[in-house]
Nanobody
Framework: HVQLQESGPGQVKPSQTLSLTCTVS??????????WNWIRQPPGKGLEWMGA???????YYSPSLKRRTSISRDTSKNQFTLQLSSVTPEDTAVYYC?????????????????WGQGTQVTVSS
């Protein structure tokens, strides 16, 4: 079954850009009819949908994060990436990549069939 794995630095300084990569195995980011999502969970808070990329390459962003977020992909590596610019300590969270069959833009676990294990990112100087 589809497996997702996040990777990237665990700590980022304020005002810098956070960059994370999600590597997909046993699935295809270009041929599967699926949305490949980024979701985060700040400490003590619920899951927040950040954005997604469809198999066509179309990208969708949360309105609240759109100004700072960029999602792209490397089809040769079957990976998609998240960049979040101008980070502050409020961006400290566990970041997940997840797959869904529709563009739901939610933080509900049940809406996503496959999840990565998550990666902790701390914004601190």
């Amino acid at each position: 079954h589809v497996q997702l794995q996040e990777s990237g630095p665990g700590q980022v300084k304020p005002s810098q850009t956070l960059s994370l990569t999600c590597t997909v195995s046993d699935g295809s980011i270009t041929s599967d009819y699926a949305y490949w999502n980024w979701i985060r969970q700040p400490p003590g808070k619920g899951l927040e949908w950040m954005g997604a990329i469809f198999n066509s390459g179309s990208v969708y962003y949360s309105p609240s994060l759109k100004r700072r977020t960029s999602i792209s992909r490397d089809t040769s590596k079957n990976q998609f990436t998240l960049q979040l610019s101008s980070v502050t300590p409020e961006d400290t969270a566990v970041y997940y990549c997840a797959r869904s069959n529709a563009l739901l833009m939610t933080g509900w676990v049940r809406d996503y069939g496959y999840w990565g294990q998550g990666t902790q990112v701390t914004v601190s100087s």
